[in-house]
C-alpha cells in the first residue's frame, strides 16, 4: 500500500536531481566503468581487483536505488507520469552500472577462468538484473514482481546449490585452454 505523503512534484524533483547524480557518476568515472568493454584493465588494478571493487560498487549502488525506488513509490504514489518515467530512468542507470560490472567479471574470467567465487557474483548480478528489468516492465502493467523476483532468487539459488558448478567450471576450464581463450 502507498502512504502518499509526499506530493508527486517533489518527488519527480527528488529523482531528477539523483538521476544527475548518477550521470555525473557514470560521466565521471566512464573511463574507469566503460574501460572493461573494450577489454582493457585499468592502471594500478589486478583483475581480481577490478572485479571485486566493481561488484562491490554495484551492490551498494543497487540498495541505495531500491531504497530510493521503494521510498519514493510509497510515499509518492506510483500513479503519476513523471513518476513512472523517472522510475525507468533511475533502474535504468544502475542497469547500466550492472553491466559495467558484469564486464568487468567477464574481464577476469576471460583472464583466468571461472571459479566458483566468479560464478557466485555473477548469478547475483542475472538475479539483480531480473529485478531491476522487472521494476521497468512493471511501470507499465502490475503484476506480483516481488513473488516473481523472490522465486527467479530461489530458483537460481537452487541451481546452484543442485548443479555441480565446480565440475563445470573446470569443463569450462578445460575447453577455454584448449581452444586457447585462458592460458
Known amino acids: 500500500n502507498q502512504i502518499q505523503i509526499l506530493p508527486v512534484p517533489a518527488a519527480v524533483t527528488t529523482f531528477v536531481l539523483i538521476c544527475g547524480v548518477y550521470i555525473l557518476f557514470i560521466g565521471l568515472q566512464g573511463s574507469y566503468l566503460f574501460s572493461a568493454l573494450a577489454g582493457k584493465l585499468p592502471e594500478a588494478f589486478t583483475y581480481a581487483e577490478y572485479a571485486r571493487r566493481g561488484f562491490f560498487e554495484l551492490c551498494q549502488i543497487g540498495i541505495w536505488t531500491l531504497g530510493i525506488l521503494f521510498l519514493a513509490n510509497m510515499f509518492a504514489g506510483q500513479t503519476a507520469k513523471a513518476l ?4 525507468i530512468l533511475l ?5 547500466l552500472l550492472l553491466f559495467t560490472a558484469a564486464s568487468k567479471m567477464f574481464l577476469y ?21 531480473m529485478v531491476l528489468i522487472s521494476f ?3 511501470q507499465r502493467k502490475r503484476f506480483p514482481m516481488v513473488r516473481i523476483c523472490l ?33
Open 84 to 87: 513512472k518515467c523517472c522510475n
Open 91 to 95: 533502474a535504468g542507470e544502475t542497469l
Open 109 to 129: 574470467i576471460r583472464s583466468y577462468g571461472l571459479t566458483i567465487n566468479r560464478i557466485l557474483p555473477m548469478v547475483f548480478m542475472i538475479w539483480m538484473g
Open 136 to 138: 521497468v516492465l512493471r
Open 151 to 183: 522465486l527467479a532468487g530461489a530458483v537460481l539459488f537452487c541451481m546452484l546449490c543442485v548443479l555441480p558448478v565446480q565440475h563445470l567450471t573446470e569443463l569450462y576450464n578445460t575447453w577455454a585452454r584448449m581452444s586457447g581463450l585462458i592460458p
